[in-house]
């Protein structure tokens, strides 16, 4: 398999464009929060955010900045009116390399710890990658071809487990459900009716040896 050595910044662009967010209008806002909480961007009055963001399309990967060791990659798959992301994410446009391929890239161990390495901050907790570090990261680049191979494999591998993962909550809420089951009530009812039986020897239902 034939690749070629490239840097990050070759093959995709970094969106740079800031928004305010104003008064009364809503947002899809894809904050660090709501990543943590499920992947999900939060739709927020602009009173409430405050702060200036960064335009999201559909299609960008979003990758953090802070504490790169969390891995917060998230792929932007809906085209939603006003979509905005936290400053704490850089937004990449997959440019000359498959969009696939690029999310699991970022996902690596590899990329993670040369990012680790040039990080910057005041304490641990606290420590971001700047644009031009990431884009600077330099990796083998396969062909075209072997790029959509290996990213739809790992992407419907990804599909499966998400799949796996909804098919077990299902379950999960169906063998223990918040209620007690009519059969539970009614082997419970057993129970107890037997541990009267057996401390009233006038009781039809007791036994005597």
Known sequence: MKCKWVSLGEVVSARKETITPKGEAVYWHYSLPAF??????????????????LAVLKGDILCNKLNMRFKRIWRVEEDLPNSICSTEFIPLQARGIDRDYLYYLLLTDDFTNSMIAQRSGTSNSH???????????????????????????????????????RINDHLGKQLVPNKPSDLWQRASGTIRHGIRCAGNRRCRHSHTR
Request: aromatic content about 6%; some cysteine; overall charge positive.
């Open 36 to 53: 943590d909480a499920g992947k999900g961007p939060l739709y927020e009055c602009g009173n409430a955010i405050r702060s200036s963001k």
């Open 127 to 165: 420590q971001r990658i700047k644009v031009d570090q990431l884009l600077a990261y330099e990796f083998a680049l396969p062909s075209p071809d072997v790029q959509r191979r290996v990213g739809g494999i790992l992407a419907a591998i990804d599909k499966k487990i998400a799949l796996n993962s």
